[in-house]
């Protein structure tokens, strides 16, 4: 491998780049777009344009493209050459300010849950210049925004900057109340990513995998994860090869790719990278993903993001790090070490504690997909309650301030939230409470519950915006105050009082919390279907608007979109499942019974007895004939899937997904009866245990 730090960022066009590269006040124009948010000058665009193009094609670039997060959840480019002809049949390679800020890639074929009319089928996208520009596949890739002319977002990434200066706004009004002149305050985001490995050759044998990302039919394999073997295990060199490839394909496009390990289950693993601006990690996290798929593929792998490809053994996740920093380097969650940044902590993490709570059904929203409703409250994953694990440490300090008692030493008095001492938080916090959907690790909280595939943009919207309204409120009451201390320490006693309830360091998996959450009245959103309605809510569609995040009509677009997009996910299983059934897995059973009983037929004619054959011919008949049924089942209820997404949601899980699991019994039971040589795709066995 060539010298990691050369190669660190080979392939982005970073401030060290633009400083070698642009004129000096190019430059500081373009820093100071990069850190307000200001609009470009179009002359200096156009000097950034150029810039741009000469290193891209010094570094082999022949096209363009702008690079967006469409309401698919993925990326998509549309790429341009650089070409431009200049007569005599020559060309030469030019690029424009005007190309670069913004671009008209055909909106009509993405999702818009009704937004744009589809006569009216222009979208535009527009730079992000605060995530820097990159070279992949031999295009420089521009991340940009999605909007619609009429100026509503069509993308994930939109209303993640809309939220981002939200927080900021908000929190740099409770820092001025500490005496702090800070002018940008930003979230930041390490997202740890699951994902499993499996041989190519069998994966090219299950439609399943290819169709849906996971599998639909599959008895267990004798071993599972039981033995707890695979863990921080010793790493296969092919895997090792992999990691090694894909670790340098991030490094070149300056992914600080960190930590890789073996996860829980059999050839599941993580990448965790360190932690950075949140859309920058949203944008860094859908390109690791990218890579991980191409990378494998030269391995002779293939990378599964689905968040449940295996029944029987754990699905993925990916642990969403938060926390919000100031552009002085002051991280907000980290309590400090005096009494006074202690207070501004506690005030800090009121407001997580109260946006939580009053925010649960929105975080709940955010991860609610139907790959997704596979792990939450599956006993590997965090249910699909919300609550918070603040650690011991602090939940005595939160204690005292509502009890108003002192938690170590009963001779002191209770201490008001300006003095209050909070004692040293450990920072391996997180692994005192592995089932906590929301854990305060030292200096940052993890979520858990978004899945695998997740683009983590959404739950990033939701946190920002309502941590930025809980910062809001607290700003106008503060600032209203003649007191401040004393208003403080009242307003901190007050909120934690009242969502108290969301903390809660007990077992998340166990069968008691269900029952407690609901006399704490928290709510318990099982599936999607039953999640996403409360996107709409009153309260939701206030605190959206208040902050500038999405309007009304972006909002019940979007929910159309997440609604028709899960019932879409559950119609294709199901189809492939009746697919897969007609075509495979029926014929082979009715196949291997009549080799069995022709078998049979022989051994009678020679006068063997021939018992076992019929009897084992006659069992898979019967079950054969159960299985038929079953499938004759699905496809009805497939027939059935009503027009409107909004039915036929709840329709798809009421009624498809039964019917899917009831003919998948029949199937995995058939599996264990029938010769491994004759069942039609490979088995848990072949694709978690290779070699
Ligand atoms: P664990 O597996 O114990 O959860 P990891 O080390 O795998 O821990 O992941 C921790 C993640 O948290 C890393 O991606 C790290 O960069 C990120 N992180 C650390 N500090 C912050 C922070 N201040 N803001 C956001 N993410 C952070
Ligand atoms: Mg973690």
Known sequence: MKCVPELFGSMVFNESVMRDRLPKEVFRALQKTRRTGEALDPAVADVVASAMKDWAVSKGATHYTHWFQPMTGITAEKHDSFLSPCG??????????????????????????????????????????????????????????????TGEVLDKKTPLLRSMDAISREACRVLRLFGKDVQRVTTTVGPEQEYFLINKEDYARRPDLILTGRTLFGARAPKGQEMEDHYFGAIRPRVKAFMADLDEELWKLGIYAKTEHNEVAPCQHEMAPVFGTTNVAADHNQLTMEIMKKVADRHGFVCLLHEKPFEGVNGSGKHNNWSISTDTGENLLDPGRTPASNAQFLLFLTAVIKAVDEYQDLLRISVATAGNDHRLGANEAPPAIVSMYIGDELQAVVDELV???PHENASREAMSVGVLAIPRIPLDNSDRNRTSPFAFTGNKFEFRMPGSSLNIACTNIMLNTAVAEELRQFADELEAADDFAAALDTLVRREISAHRRILFNGNGYSAEWPQEAARRGLLNLASTPEALPHYVDQKNLDLFARHGVYSESEMRSRLEIVLEEYAKTIRIEGCTSADMLRKMILPACMAYSKKVADGAAVKKGLGICADTE????????????????????????????????????????????????????????LERMVDRSAWPMPDYTDLLFYV
């Open 614 to 669: 019929i009897k084992l011919a006659s069992d898979v008949t019967a079950r054969t004939a159960a299985l038929m049924e079953k499938t004759d089942a699905l496809e009805q209820t497939l027939a059935g899937i009503p027009e409107s997404a909004e039915e036929a949601a709840p329709y798809c899980r009421d009624h498809v997904i039964p019917a899917m699991e009831a003919a998948r019994a029949d199937a995995d039971a």
């Open 88 to 149: 005599e049949g020559k060309v030469l390679m030019e690029f424009s300010g005007k190309e670069l800020t913004k671009g008209e890639p055909d909106a009509s074929s993405f999702p818009s849950g009704g937004l744009r009319a589809t006569f009216e089928a222009r979208g535009y996208t527009a730079w992000d210049p605060t995530s820097d520009a990159f070279i992949k596949d031999d295009t420089l890739c521009i991340p940009t925004a999605f909007c619609s002319y």
């Open 403 to 405: 009890t108003g008692k």
